[in-house]
């Protein structure tokens, strides 16, 4: 059962970065990016276990990467680094409150946009500063806004497969 | 904290944030990475982003056509009031025309005629059945009096029997009481053109010696005095050779169309009262 789920690890983030751009297209006509995935890997630190979501995170940033056209391994990279951050903070700090998630996604769709900012001037020499900001904290603002929203479906949903809330091993101390 | 005990998991977690940074160091440096993955991830997402976009494209366009037609039915509106706008100066205008060429043809008929005239509009006509005659918008002010001969440019068209101060009432030349004193333009043979109504005319006292034959034209004689002679009345339509009766039944087609006066002229003539 589970070397399905890495199976369909895969598809899953590829439908979800062609989804957030489809998305992205309709809504704002390309001009700001909708960045489920972000919240998803912040889903995946939270609530999944540390293999399969570190392995979601990659994936997830990869696909990202690939898609988007970014620098190749800058989002797999980030993407790696908030799970690794919310898989810890979801040990110490109850998780589960939405106004937590949502600062929290806010900060995480913050800190990676002035780390990408400042990978591109730092590394390719190349000012993204002018401009963005503001493309950048709407987008951030828009992330923090949808984080708990994405976290209730898919409460819902684990609560519609499951029958109740996921809890991993690390919770139930069976891990 | 338990996960830290399975040191495997962590190695795992280790592994793959090294990958993800090797991959970024190597692709800040030279500019390319993910080969063969990358291919990957772009054949699959290919044809999902084409159905997407093609769902996307088809709900959007569907979109864009509702609110083109929402736009067009606007446009509709404007255009067809625009229409109405334009029908109605359409028949205005050619209202004018037709208006401009009524008059030239009673203008050359004044022209034409050796009396002095005055050219009327018809106001209003008598729609009762026994009574043919119309209301003009000339009376004794313009000098009009009883019994001046009206006409159009297809010919007589009756005479006035009652003048006011700027209005009259011409008694046209179908009607029961109207009688003219006419004659056969081909024969000179002379009789009395007298109103039958929806009939048209009937030519009276004509013998039945005289060659009367269809499509001869009757003419006012100017006996009498109330009509100048050579006026048109109208062609014959029919005739009848009674066997018992000295005259001949003779039925005149007007010259004119009597449901269609507008405007005529009222002929000047010394006989007036």
Known sequence: ?175 | MIFLKNYKSLAFVVFLFLVALIMLSYSAKYGQGGGVFKNIVLETAAPLQSVLNSSVTTVSDAWKRYVFLVGLEEENKKLNKFIGYLQSELITYREGYLDAQRLGEILALKKSVDYPSVAARVIAKDQAALSKTILIDKGSAHGLKKNMPVLVPSGLAGRLIDVSWHVSKALLLIDENSNVDAMLQRTRAQGIASGAGYRGCVLKYITRDQSVAEGDVVISSGMGGVFPKGLLIGAVSQVEKPHTDLFLNIRIAPFVDFSKLEEVIVLITEDGK
């Not at chain 1, 399905?4 to 979800?16: A, D, E, M, Q, V």
């Not at chain 1, 998780?95 to 806010?106: A, P, T, V």
Request: aromatic share 18%; glycine share 6%.
């Open chain 1, 1 to 175: 059962m589970s070397y399905i789920i890495y199976l369909l690890l895969p598809l899953l983030s590829i439908s979800l970065v062609v989804l957030q751009a489809t998305l992205a297209d309709i809504f704002f006509s390309g001009r700001l990016v909708i960045e489920l995935s972000l919240i998803a890997v912040i889903y995946a630190g939270f609530r999944m276990e540390l293999i399969s979501g570190s392995v979601f995170a990659f994936i997830t940033g990869f696909v990202f990467d690939c898609i988007a056209g970014s620098v190749m391994g800058l989002f797999t990279f980030f993407y790696s680094i908030v799970f690794i951050c919310s898989f810890i903070f979801s040990l110490i700090i109850d998780s589960s409150r939405l106004l937590f998630i949502s600062l929290y996604s806010f900060c995480c769709a913050l800190t990676e946009k002035m780390l990408v900012i400042l990978f591109y001037k730092l590394f390719l020499g190349f000012d993204a500063s002018t401009g963005l900001p503001f493309v950048f904290l709407s987008e951030t603002l828009l992330l923090g806004l949808l984080a708990p929203a994405f976290f209730y479906l898919m409460r819902r949903l684990e609560i519609i497969f499951y029958g109740k809330p996921l809890q991993r091993a690390e919770h139930t101390g069976s891990g």
